[in-house]
Every structure is written in structure tokens, then in C-alpha cells.
């Protein structure tokens, strides 16, 4: 009995300990990620602070409390990328595909999206500066999928 408890709870540290390796953030910070794929991917936690990161992938993947400050996300797929809770202050996201992103209580202030789609984009409680949010306004449109939340309506634009 004692020898099966003690084996039973030698496994599970073993488990515990490589899922815990799984799951800890990782940092891409000031690294040149241009073309990588990370799609459907769990990087929640992770730093991409001043990373390159050009027509790489993140399609559907867990970007929950990432910090992406002055970031490049030229022509990056962030199509179904939940951003909950993530910093992206200062980030490029010229030509970036955010349809469907969860961007939930993201910090956004000063980043740029020059030709960036973001059809059913959820920017709910998110923080932007006022000629950001005039800037997507004039481009809002769907529905998230995920939180049934309307482009326009997380933006908070007039009709």
C-alpha cells in the first residue's frame, strides 16, 4: 500500500512536472520570427517585445497575456488568435489578418494597422487611442465567433 502510494505520487510529480514544462511562457523577444509558423499553438504568457515576426502564422492560437510591445506583425495571420489580456502597444500590424481575434482587455495604444482586416474582430474593453478606434471604426464589420461580440460594438462606434 505505501509502495503504491509512494509510486502513485512519484508519477504524479513526473506528469506535473512535464505538463508544467509544457505550459511555461517562452520569450521571442528581439527575435527575427519572420515566417514562422506557430497556428493553433499555446504561447500564452510568451514575450514578443520588439520581435520580428513578418508574414509568420498564429492562426487560432493562444496569444492570452502576451506582450507584444513595438512588436513587427506586418503581414502576419492572426486569424482566431485570442489576445486576452495581452499588451500590443506600439506593434505594426500593417497588412495583418485579425479576422475573428479575440482582443478582450488588450492594451493597443499607438500600434498601427494600416490595411489590417479585422472582420469579426472582438476588441472588447480593449484600451486604443481615440484616432485608432475612428481609424477601425471605419472598417468594423461581423461578428466574432467565439464571443458572439459585433466588430462595431467592442469598438464602441456610432452608427
Known amino acids: 500500500m505505501v509502495r503504491g502510494l509512494v509510486l502513485g505520487l ?8 512535464w505538463l508544467g514544462a509544457i505550459a511555461k511562457p517562452l520569450s521571442f523577444s528581439h527575435a527575427n520570427l519572420q515566417h514562422r509558423d506557430f497556428a493553433g499553438q499555446d504561447l500564452s504568457g510568451s514575450g514578443f517585445a520588439n520581435a520580428n515576426m513578418e508574414g509568420a ?24 488568435a485570442d489576445f486576452t489580456g495581452s499588451f500590443l502597444d506600439q506593434t505594426d500590424f500593417a497588412r495583418a489578418d485579425l ?30 487611442d ?29 452608427d
Do not use: H, M
Request: charged share 15%.
Open 10 to 17: 512519484l508519477l504524479w510529480s513526473l506528469v506535473g512536472g
Open 57 to 80: 502564422n498564429f492562426q487560432g492560437a493562444n496569444l492570452r497575456g502576451t506582450v507584444f510591445s513595438a512588436a513587427i506583425a506586418r503581414d502576419t495571420n492572426f486569424a482566431g
Open 99 to 128: 479576422r475573428d481575434a479575440v482582443l478582450v482587455d488588450t492594451l493597443l495604444l499607438r500600434s498601427t494597422f494600416d490595411y489590417t482586416t479585422i472582420a469579426g474582430a472582438d476588441f472588447s474593453e480593449a484600451i486604443l
Open 130 to 158: 481615440g484616432a485608432q478606434v475612428k481609424f477601425l471604426c471605419a472598417r468594423a464589420t461581423g461578428i466574432n465567433p467565439q464571443t458572439g461580440v459585433a466588430t462595431r460594438d467592442s469598438l464602441g462606434c456610432d
